[in-house]
């Protein structure tokens, strides 16, 4: 028998990764697809009454091993892959999608989901229970399963126009970024330009066989030809053409297809009896109205926008003084900001990187989680693991309880996708009266030591673990019944509260101490450079606010409103901008028509989380460094309330149980230096 098809026969029952072969995944994953499939049908086909037990619960648990086949494959795509695993992926992703809407489209399933949910009074469920309960019958209803058959149609069509219009729209953005090239022959006209900088723009000429340095609208090239190139006209030309994508009136134009996108949404929305689709969205966050989140943006506006306009006078006077530069357009943003930072901070990250050596950061981090939740993080070797560089853990606590298994892989080598992420090979649920423990795992790309040099880590690359490793306290302390509810399985403004929130610890003297120690002299990290690095990070922030308040009000614009009467894209985009611009307007500019986060990607209604999710932390660090960062008292209503809790229950209601209180915006505003401490 397939070794994935069968419970592992391993200490912990962690994945036998060195017994298992690549070619072992196809069929094991159409086996398990199969088993998953009976499974939902002896759901259907039970001739007793529907109830929580026998349907609700029954189907979450069901599909576990294919569950478990998928997160291992999928974890191995993105941290060890290869040619023959990208393949099966390909393969099995349709396989997976289909068998996914088979479930949401099956009629008899629902009818039993529906007929619980329509007892949920009687029933006398704990609150898990009937969180769950609603979370599976709106898996359902969402999707339009209560819809007569003519609507059921027209949301198909709705959806099928919406995908191909996603893709339009993501296709011309990206065709728009690879037509423009600006060649660069004078090297005068490179002035600025880090060295770095300017050897990728002449590899970029050579390999498309021209003469000079070549420019385009990537990131990489983009980012540091704004910030750092002295020559304002090819700046000017540069950011035009970056902010004109799908702005031209020609075949690439996104205007039409932002209008669609907008409209199909609002009228999906209301197919399915909501107001708009942002209403829509945001019945399964935290925030749950567009009112909501309205008022919390303006609210950061209001309080944000004075020190932004200061922060903008300041830049003008500072460009003024430095070149005569009168009126600051956009194009001068970045260079400006970047010469004022290198004259107030002479910070960087080779100074900090000898007080971050990996090893003691790893420690420091342990020891912050030991202090807090009284977890003991103890190596162990008797378990397998997919890379030699990956590091194995098993966690316990105080009583010496096992938690959680934790693996953490630090170095990139080929096979390994850039960034850094968390992520699990076991979810922890209670099954049949046993608390199954979880698997974490965290992967980032950190340089690797050498025979000569230990690894030492940027600052950035610090609050990078401490991120992650939030991510995965959050999945390690979970301790739910339902595995559709445990760890991360929360709403989406909600999931990044534990991450971001011991990234706080970060700044502190007192945590600090515990591993930010010289590599070579074992002195602690002068304070001076900690107040620097946080003056630094606050660095133009109401500017930085108002931009990102920008693009979620924008995002409201287009989603929280009924958008059928707009048939000006940019007329549009001119009147959702108008509390928030501080540079002049630049007539061929859209930001709509590349805006793919919102019109491609998943984030339509959801720009403001990125705000929303700084609120949380910073309101929750705050009650830390009132009662002391190390307060048990608080750490323990945190663990109770947040971390162990999962999506068990809806996050405001959680939150006020950690807090006493709802977030409020005043921690990050003084955090950031926006307001008074
Ligand atoms: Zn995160």
Redesign the pocket.
């Known amino acids: 028998m397939n070794i994935l098809n069968k419970p592992f026969d391993t200490p912990f029952n962690t994945a036998p990764f060195s017994k298992i072969k690549t070619e072992d995944f196809l069929p094991a994953f159409k086996q398990a697809i199969n088993k998953a499939k009976a499974e939902i049908d002896a759901i259907t086909n039970n001739s007793e009454r529907p109830t929580f037990e026998n349907t609700v619960a029954a189907l979450d648990f069901s599909g576990e091993e294919l569950e478990r086949i998928s997160g291992l494959f999928f974890n191995l795509n993105s941290a060890e892959t290869n040619e023959v695993i990208q393949n099966i992926a390909q393969e099995v992703s349709p396989l997976l999608a289909e068998f996914s809407n088979d479930i949401t489209l099956n009629e008899a399933l629902f009818k039993r989901v529906k007929d619980v949910y329509e007892q949920k009074d009687a029933l006398n469920l704990t609150i898990e229970q009937s969180t769950l309960l609603d979370k599976k019958y709106k898996k359902f209803s969402r999707n339009g399963a209560n819809l007569p058959e003519d609507k059921k149609q027209r949301l198909r069509e709705i959806d099928k126009k919406l995908s191909q219009l996603k893709l339009k729209f993501g296709e011309n953005v990206l065709a728009e970024t690879n037509k423009f090239e600006m060649l660069i022959t004078d090297e005068n006209d490179l002035s600025g330009l880090p060295e770095g900088a300017k050897e990728a723009a002449k590899h970029m000429a050579e390999s498309k066989n021209k003469e000079g340095w070549l420019i385009t609208l990537d990131y990489p090239s983009y980012i540091p030809f704004m910030t750092y190139a002295d020559n304002r006209e090819l700046r000017k030309t540069l950011a035009i053409a970056y902010g004109a994508k799908g702005f031209h009136n020609d075949i690439l134009d996104n205007q039409e297809h932002v209008l669609q996108i907008a409209k199909l949404r609002f009228e999906r929305a209301q197919l399915l009896g909501y107001k708009n689709h942002a209403h829509f969205v945001l019945e399964e966050r935290m925030a749950k109205t567009p009112e909501k989140v309205e008022e919390f943006l303006n609210e950061l506006l209001q309080k944000a926008k004075p020190a932004a306009e200061r922060e903008f006078n300041e830049l003008q006077n500072f460009a003024k003084d430095l070149d005569g530069t009168d009126h600051l357009e956009k194009w001068d943003g970045a260079y400006y900001s970047e010469k004022l930072k290198q004259k107030l901070f002479d910070l960087d990250d080779e100074k900090l990187k000898p007080y971050f050596k990996l090893e003691h950061v790893i420690n420091g981090m342990f020891t912050v989680a030991e202090k807090l939740y009284g977890l003991h993080f103890n190596e162990i070797h008797n378990i397998d693991k997919y890379h030699e560089d990956v590091l194995t853990y098993k966690v316990t606590d105080d009583k010496g309880d096992f938690v959680s298994i934790f693996y953490a892989d630090f170095f990139p080598r080929a096979g390994k996708r850039n960034g850094a992420w968390m992520t699990s090979y076991k979810n922890q649920c209670i099954k049949n009266g046993v608390n199954e423990r979880p698997h974490i795992s965290i992967v980032c790309n950190f340089t690797k030591p050498t025979k000569t040099k230990p690894s030492l880590l940027t600052f950035n690359e610090v609050t990078t673990l401490f ?1 992650e490793f939030g ?1 995965a306290l959050h999945g390690m302390l979970a301790n739910t019944t339902y595995p559709g509810l445990s760890g991360t399985s929360v709403y989406w403004d909600f999931v ?1 509260l534990p ?1 971001q929130v011991l990234e706080n610890w970060c700044y502190e003297k007192e945590a600090l101490e515990l591993f930010a120690t010289h590599y070579k002299t074992g002195e602690v990290i002068p304070m001076e450079l900690v107040n620097k690095i946080k003056a630094s990070a606050n660095f133009h922030e109401g500017m930085k606010t108002l931009r990102q308040l920008s693009f979620g009000l924008l995002d409201m614009s287009w989603h929280g409103k009924d958008p059928r009467t707009i048939t000006d894209v940019k007329a549009h985009e001119l009147d959702a901008f108008k509390t928030t611009r501080l540079y002049p307007d630049v007539p061929e500019n859209c930001m709509s028509t590349s805006f793919s986060h919102i019109f491609q990607g998943g984030y339509a209604s959801g720009y403001y989380s990125y705000k929303w999710a700084e609120v949380l932390d910073a309101d929750a660090f705050e009650y830390f460094k009132e009662e002391g960062i190390f307060s048990k008292q608080v750490a323990t209503k945190f663990k109770e309330n947040v971390l162990s809790k999962g999506g068990t229950q809806d996050p405001m209601e959680l939150y006020k149980r950690f807090r006493g209180k709802e977030p409020q915006v005043e921690a990050l505003l003084k955090r950031a230096g926006l307001i008074e401490k």
């Open positions: 991120h991510h990044e991450s």
